[in-house]
């Protein structure tokens, strides 16, 4: 039996419900603790020069810059009041946009448990689980029967990053990149990665640990929130890139915003257009979809259905909804080689995602609308309150693997 490792309150504040929001840039590298960013994302002309010194004319520092040198990231000084600053450099010619670096943070509820196939009611459900729904969950045996996964399909978890070496996870984790702290070491400081890693594809059928949904796609571990789970737009924006360069065929990112931002924007379009499928959790507020996922169909957008099929209380909604996948006492994988129970839409997406992984392994052809629509519009109506078909609580349904893996869609 592994190792339980207990979470303090500390840990539960820090891991707890949360969204993207605005917060203040201590420095690049050092947590992010307010509720004000001071950071600007700056678009110019691609044969504008001197942009350092054009940056440096309105008060503000360069930091660097993000997507390919595409966008410039400024520090603003408390001297400088941002807004300002941005409307001045929209109405400055040599500009295209301007916008804040907004604040990035997880979405979950964490609880400490251990863990066994079992309790994972989330992928087959008989009713075995006391308070469970018979049928609440998303057939996962079924979609097995067809494939397991593929050690060709990567998935990307943008994220906290993922303890590689969790004993679930050390076969199955490409180490990517550290986009916090600018280095090839995306160790998870958080515990979030780790579990949105171990849902999509923790090593599956070795008799011990749980089960992930794709048993043998790889998880490419991308840093871009920090030890307290927070970052900035331009870290995601710059990891969802890089997880598309590294030849991620999914990237999942359990996170969201309240502000749309181009800078996102323009990273979900470069996913697309290298056919990389982008899956975004909706957010844990019960309010209107967060960014990316409010962006679909650019994205899969995925809310929470709890084991009783409706959709969970804290789950997002809105007409940019997709699917539901199960996001209530969801068991995964913990740093140190702990196993948790998590509640969130943060862990409904890697079901998807994981799923996503399945089906590219079947069907490696698929592009990204063909993926999108065979996982979408196979999903369980379980909205019973409503009309048939789409609506803005529960997207198109439920996420099911055996009417995504049906002869009749497999065609």
Known sequence: MKKIFLITTIALILLGWAYWKDGVDNSPRRPINSNITHRILIKFYSDIRGKEEIIKGYGLKRIGSILKGKWEVARCPDNVNL??????????????????DYIVKIAEETIPNDSLFGQQWYLKNEGT????????????????DFTTGSENVIIGVVDTGVDYNHPDLENKVIKGYDFVNSDSDPMDDNGHGTMVAGIIGADSNNEEGIAGVCWKCKILAVKAIDSQGTGYYSWISDGIEYAVDQGANVINISAGG?????????????????????????????GQLLYPAGYSPKCIS???????????????????????????????????????VG?????????????????????????????????????????????????????????????????????
């Open 83 to 100: 807004k300002e600053a941005i409307n001045k450099l929209l109405n400055d010619k040599r500009v295209i946009w301007a916008e804040p």
């Open 129 to 144: 689980v006391q308070g469970y729904v018979k049928g609440a969950d998303v057939k996962a045996t079924y979609g097995w």
């Open 258 to 286: 309240n502000s749309p931002g181009v800078v996102l924007e323009e990273a979900l379009d470069y996913a697309i257009s290298r056919n990389s499928l982008v899956v975004a959790a909706a957010g844990n507020s019960g």
């Open 302 to 340: 995925v809310g929470a259905t709890d084991y009783a099929d409706k959709r969970a209380s804290f789950s997002n909604y809105g007409p940019n909804l997709d699917i539901m996948a199960p996001g209530v006492d969801i068991v995964s994988t913990l740093n140190g080689g702990a196993y948790a």
């Open 343 to 411: 509640s969130g839409t943060s862990f409904s997406a890697p079901i998807v995602s994981g799923a996503a992984g399945l089906l590219i392994s079947l069907k490696p052809g698929l592009n990204v609308e063909q993926l999108r629509k065979t996982l979408i519009y196979t999903s369980d109506d379980v909205n019973s309150q409503s009309l048939p078909g789409f609506d803005y609580y529960m997207g198109y349904g439920r996420l099911n693997l055996q009417t995504v893996f049906s002869p009749i869609h497999l065609e």
